[in-house]
């Protein structure tokens, strides 16, 4: 079983993201330290990215706000290693195929291995193109994550046979975000998940309350936030460790009781 598998196993798994470098790379460092104590089961970490697509606007001017204070790849790298000093809670990459490509595909991909990262997530990247990423993943033990988009029923078969790690279940169409109310029919996507391959499905997009996230928890193995974090980081800027530590410790608990 792979390490970012392990985090399904005591029950339902609750995925914060973060941008890494909002406000800098010092508090997401404490923050990621923070969020592990707090209950979350696994972390996705985002490398900003001057174009990303599929975020809404407040994952979007974290993005800008990191890269205009100086992140880059590199230093990102630099962060996982002091982490990893300290945690070993399952981390996870979200960026864009851009950063990869630009980076070097094979030296990113053996590069974040190295560092002691579990998984990657590019979210710009259809299954059919997933080729030029996943062998080397493979090849370096990186789980290449998986999307299902509810537009992508025909295909979740296809997808799910190949899928590593976890399967991420897009819960809205359009950019993340936080929603009121989250109108897709997830559970039939984890189910054609789960008849075609035993792996772990959690849903992201537009989560944002306890109440969300423990009716998407209800129906897969876990929610992923993203917005909401990012939220609390712009509010308290370099004081939103504590602020932060609360909205896991909630969430966390609302999963647990799906």
Known sequence: MSKIQNAFADGKAFIPFLTCGDPSLDVTEQIVYAMAE???????????????????????????????????????FDLVRRIRQNTQIPLVFMTYANVVFSYGTERFIKTAA???????????????EKEEFDPICRRYGLDFISLIAPTSQQRATMIAKEAEGFVY??????????????????????????????????VGFGISTPEQAAKMASVSDGAIVGSSVMQICAKYGANCVPYVADYVKSMKNAVRNA
Do not use: H, W
Not at 42 to 64: C, H, K, M, R, Y
Not at 69 to 74: A, C, L
Not at 114 to 128: K, S, T, W
Not at 169 to 195: E, N, P
């Open 38 to 76: 707090a209950g979350a089961d696994l972390i996705e970490l985002g490398i900003p990215f001057s174009d990303p697509t599929a975020e809404g606007p407040v994952i979007q001017s974290a993005n800008l706000r990191a890269l205009a204070g100086g992140v880059t790849t590199d230093k990102v």
């Open 169 to 202: 279940c897009v819960s809205s169409l359009g950019v993340t975000g936080v929603r009121k109310d989250i109108k897709t029919d997830v559970s039939m996507m984890v189910q054609l998940v789960k008849q075609t391959k035993e792996i772990p499905c959690a």
């Open 114 to 128: 190295e560092v002691g990262m579990d998984g990657l997530i590019l979210p710009d990247v259809p299954y059919e």
